[in-house]
């Protein structure tokens, strides 16, 4: 697996709003988490569309500023890989607002689109699971709710991003166990809204 490209976690640009809320571009986005270098041919195939397709939609991508050119991963001149930029985002917030409050709105609903679909996808297989149709564990729904103050619940996220982080890095694909992508959301929300 390539290396990704190296970038601080950085506040969305329109650019890249309008990049993120796209479903097809969030889907290429997730199968470089799991690849990490490919090509639009190699894209094409995994995804079941059109590879001129998945070409237009990497060089938006790479124009936002998510995914960068490999050139040196390349078997020619001709043959172009992408990488992603791994760093992670911030969509905005009280100090650092997104430029484009109808397009944050958009993504933040093609986030919750995705959310929904990986909620449908573990209660489908939870139904199996807990049947006893099927002993393989793919996923986890849990729910637990604690009293903070605002500013012990940011230090627990940063705790959890953390592990996960951690989790990311000590991560040991020759461990002779099958390794598998697993697509965390965190969810809170306090009692007031």
Known sequence: MAEPVDRPETPLTTAMLKAFANPLR??????????????????????????????????????????????????????????????????????????????????????????????????????????????EAHGTLSHDGLMLTSSEFVALLERLHQAIKEAEETHDPASGEESRFYEIDIIAADDRI
């Open 26 to 135: 969030r889907r290429i986005l997730r199968v470089f988490r799991t690849d990490g270098a490919v090509r639009a041919v190699d894209l094409a195939a995994r995804l079941g569309e059109p590879a001129n397709k998945i070409s237009f939609h990497l060089r938006v991508l790479a124009e936002a500023g998510f995914i960068a050119e490999r050139p040196e991963l390349a078997r020619d001149r001709r043959d172009r890989v992408w990488s992603a930029v791994m760093d992670g985002f911030n969509l905005g917030g009280a100090e650092n607002p997104v430029p484009d409050q109808v397009l944050g709105d958009v993504v933040v609903q093609g986030l919750v689109d995705d959310h929904n679909e990986r909620v449908r996808r573990l209660t489908a297989w939870a139904s199996e699971y807990l049947s006893g149709a099927t002993a």
